[in-house]
């Protein structure tokens, strides 16, 4: 991928906010998400795997989970857990699963994976990742929205988190931006009441 201006940007802040997080995070919320540097890279290591593996080889991972009930729950079951919780990086990853199930609801991840797996859409939606990452990267990588309305929410458990400052390179005319104390990937599941909040007082902005 190739940066243009905006995307220096946010690398810049990036960097100088891992030695002087005073100088570039403006409020304490936004230290607490991006700061330190390297709990802020080892979340991104950790949880970014999927992408890559669905970007790469889609088809070879999509037609086992279409194939298999065992392998969509091994492969999907898994993401639901570990992306709703902040992992223990002390305890076993068996630990960290219960942590999650019990986060994001044994309910939830069943009926998630019931609905992969009776419209057979594993694969489709795997080959999302990959057109996305060799055919339309370049397009986000210059992508900047001047005059639509955004609301921004950030949620402590989300794989990537944007500052203020960044979000301001791409979303021009942003109305309102709220941090979270629980909820990850999935928000709308394990903080269901903090995106109906958010998604109230937009709107509720735009009248």
Request: charged residues 15%; hydrophobic residues 40%.
């Amino acid at each position: 991928m190739t940066f243009h201006l905006t995307g220096w940007r946010q690398i810049l802040q990036t960097l100088v906010g891992a030695v002087f997080p005073s100088f570039v995070y403006t409020t304490e919320e936004e230290k607490r998400f991006m700061h330190p540097m390297f709990k802020f890279s080892e979340r991104m290591y950790r949880k970014f795997a999927y992408f890559h593996v669905q970007s790469v080889l889609p088809d070879s991972y999509g037609y086992g989970m279409v194939d298999s009930p065992v392998g969509l729950i091994g492969w999907i079951g898994t993401t639901y857990s570990l992306v709703s919780c902040q992992m223990d990086l002390t305890k076993n990853i068996m630990a960290n699963l219960d942590k999650g199930v019990t986060s994001f609801g044994l309910d939830n991840i069943c009926a998630m994976i019931s609905i992969f797996w009776s419209v057979r859409s594993a694969q489709a939606s795997m080959r999302i990742y990959h057109e996305f990452y060799w055919n339309d990267k370049e397009l986000f990588s210059n992508l900047t929205i001047p005059n639509v309305p955004v609301a921004i929410s950030n949620f402590p458990n989300e794989i990537i988190h944007l500052t203020k400052f960044a979000s301001w390179t791409t979303f021009k005319n942003i109305k309102q931006f709220n941090y979270h104390t629980h909820g990850g990937h999935f928000s709308h599941i394990d903080n269901t009441e903090a995106v109906v909040g958010d998604l109230t007082s937009f709107i509720q902005k735009l009248q």
